[in-house]
């Protein structure tokens, strides 16, 4: 059973757009969403994460959006830049110190 | 910041023998540590949770006499992944949590890239 479902697998966008990232969740225990930027052959770093007390949070080019009731958040990337090229996941747990659980990823590929 | 390291960031080795993987805390205590194992183009699979001075908690599916796991201090974890195989061959990532805080989120390592020939 997939706990954490990402959308897309990958996305191409334009030097300054827009970086859209969708997730959806299962389990209504888990109350702290991390996204994770990954490149290759590092480990994950954290971006940005929200407890969903908040529907919004931003830091700086980043925001996360969160509907509780739909079960679904997602990762804005604004003015994307060639080096946002990387793989992104969210992922979820029932604390923020607690194991995660992640998504698929999704491949971002910032053209200049 | 927290920083975990993890050493070697690379290794090969032949079929049949053991590796050990080294994940340690910098600059923080970390109670608990998890071991996560990710193959090519896929997502991050939790192995097992290491807690310091007990025995780690396993995933359903992952083999416990295959990948031993050691927590013998506050700042170090050790994954060892005995008569490897092919299958084996991975990228095995550590992260932890300062002191296990509700409100710290989990630091990864940069990886271990374990080759199996």
């Known amino acids: 059973q997939q706990q954490v479902k990402q959308s897309p697998q990958s996305l191409i966008v334009q030097k300054g757009g827009i970086s859209i990232i969708n997730c959806a969740y299962e389990n209504t225990a888990f109350d702290y969403f991390p996204w994770y930027q990954q490149f290759p052959g590092k480990g994950p770093a954290l971006l940005i994460a929200i407890r969903p007390d908040v529907s919004e949070k931003k830091e700086g080019r980043f925001t996360i959006s969160f509907n509780k009731s739909a079960k679904q958040f997602s990762l804005h990337i604004m003015d994307s830049q060639p080096g946002d090229s990387a793989t992104y996941f969210c992922?979820?747990?029932?604390?923020?110190?607690?194991?995660?659980?992640f998504g698929g990823g999704t491949r971002v590929l910032v053209k200049p | 910041g927290a920083v975990v390291s993890q050493h070697p960031s690379r290794v090969i080795c032949k079929s049949g023998t053991s590796v050990k993987i080294e994940c340690r805390s910098l600059d923080f205590q970390a109670t608990t540590m998890f071991w996560y194992r990710q193959f090519p183009k896929q997502s991050l699979m939790l192995m097992a949770t290491s807690n310091e001075g007990s025995k780690a908690t396993y995933e359903q599916g992952v083999e416990k006499d295959k990948f031993l796991i050691n927590h013998a201090s506050l700042t170090l974890s050790t994954l060892t992944v005995t008569s490897a195989h092919p299958e084996d061959s991975s990228f095995y990532i550590c992260?932890?949590?300062?002191?296990?805080?509700?409100?710290?989120?989990?630091?990864f390592g940069n990886g271990t890239r374990l080759t199996v020939t």
């Open positions: 992260s932890a949590a300062v002191g296990g805080s509700y409100n710290s989120p989990l630091h």
């Open positions: 992922a979820a747990s029932k604390a923020a110190g607690n194991k995660l659980t």
